[in-house]
């Protein structure tokens, strides 16, 4: 049975890292092709999924699939690249 549980729990946190990966993938693709990120469609499209990550990750920490700490760092690490995607855009 525990074999089980660590085994939900790694999926779990694969997925989340999977989902925060295209988040970024899509924000790099808009920065590079289509939008500025003074653009209101690009806020929109960042701050509607990371509120869906964060919303999956509350329901895996609920679930007790991965601990909160996880979730936080997962969150954390996505804005920090995001972050540093924006400022090399506002360089170019």
């Given amino acids: 049975m525990q074999e089980a549980i660590v085994t939900h729990a790694n999926k779990a946190y694969a ?4 989902d925060a990966d295209k988040i970024l993938k899509l924000i790099q693709v808009q920065m ?3 939008t500025m990120p003074q653009c ?3 806020e929109e499209v960042l701050d509607t999924h990371m509120f869906g990550l964060s919303r999956e990750i ?3 920490v609920r679930l007790e699939l ?4 996880e979730g936080k760092a997962l969150l954390d690490d996505l804005e920090k690249q995001l972050n540093l995607i924006h400022e090399k855009s506002q360089q170019s």
């Fill in 66 to 69: 991965i601990e909160e700490e």
């Fill in 40 to 42: 209101p469609l690009y």
């Fill in 58 to 60: 509350d329901f895996a």
């Fill in 32 to 34: 590079d092709n289509l």
């Fill in 15 to 18: 997925l989340l890292k999977a």
